[in-house]
Structure formats: C-alpha cells, structure tokens
C-alpha cells in the first residue's frame, strides 16, 4: 500500500472496505447456498475428489467452494475497487487530512432543526433557528 502512495488514512479505508465488502457479500453468497441446500440437499454430497491425503483436501465440497469464492473472488475484487477509490481520495497531491475532533475521531457536522426559544441545556448556544451539532466516528 506503501508503494501506491496512499497514506495512513488510505490504506484505513481500504482495510475497512474491504473487510466490509467480505463479509457483506461473503454472507450473501452463504445466505444463498443455505437457500439452495434446503431447496436441494443432495448438493452437499458432491464433491470433486482429489489424491492428496488431507483432510479437508481430499474431497473438495460446497463449503471449500463457498470459502473460495467468499475470500478470493469478493476479496480480491473488493481489494481492487477500494484501492482505485483510496487513490483518488487519499492519493498524492489530495486532501488527506480530515479535520479532527477533540477526542480524536473524525469530525463531522449535522445541522438539526430548531423550533423553540431556547436550545436544550446539553447543546451549545446557537443564535439562528439552527443548531449544529458535532459528532466524532471512531
């Protein structure tokens, strides 16, 4: 990640997205075969048999397959969409810092509407009909 010059930040989000992106879409193709095991049960006893002597190598099934394609197929296309997405977002000559809230998290505004004489006591004084509230993701 280094060598494609994308930053702390950067490589932040791609490990998010792409551990996201698994497990999502990993449960929907889980999900899916589930379905088509009930709909279908003599699913599970084909397998492709090979000569290797390993337990789980030996007869290779629905859920090798399922793994496969959950960390292979999902993760290596997640991989390549988050990469070309954190080289345009925190690529070289980009805005890379967010601006930071005090207890160390991003910071991002919300503006809520304010219908009343005062603001509640927790919220700061505002002096429209808005109040902006400010929140950090951790």
């Known amino acids: 990640m280094r060598r494609l010059r994308i930053g702390e930040e ?21 999900l899916s075969a589930g379905a ?7 699913i599970l006893d084909l397998a492709i048999v090979t000569p290797i002597m390993v337990h789980n190598l030996h007869s290779l099934g ?5 793994v496969v394609a959950t960390v292979a197929v999902i993760g290596a296309l997640s991989l390549r ?4 997405r954190a080289k345009s977002r925190y690529g070289p ?10 207890g160390g998290g991003r910071r991002d505004e919300i503006e809520v ?13 505002c002096s429209g009909q808005r109040l902006i509230v400010y929140f950090t993701l951790s």
Do not use: E, M, Q, W
């Open 10 to 30: 950067g490589i932040k989000y791609v490990a998010r997205g792409v551990s996201s992106s698994v497990l999502y879409y990993g449960g929907l193709v889980f």
């Open 36 to 42: 088509l095991v009930l709909v279908v049960p003599g």
């Open 62 to 66: 629905l859920g090798f397959f399922l």
């Open 81 to 84: 969409v988050y990469i070309r």
């Open 93 to 102: 000559g980009r805005d890379v810092a967010p601006a930071k809230a005090p």
């Open 113 to 125: 509407p304010y219908h009343g004489n005062r603001p509640p006591a927790t919220a700061p004084r």
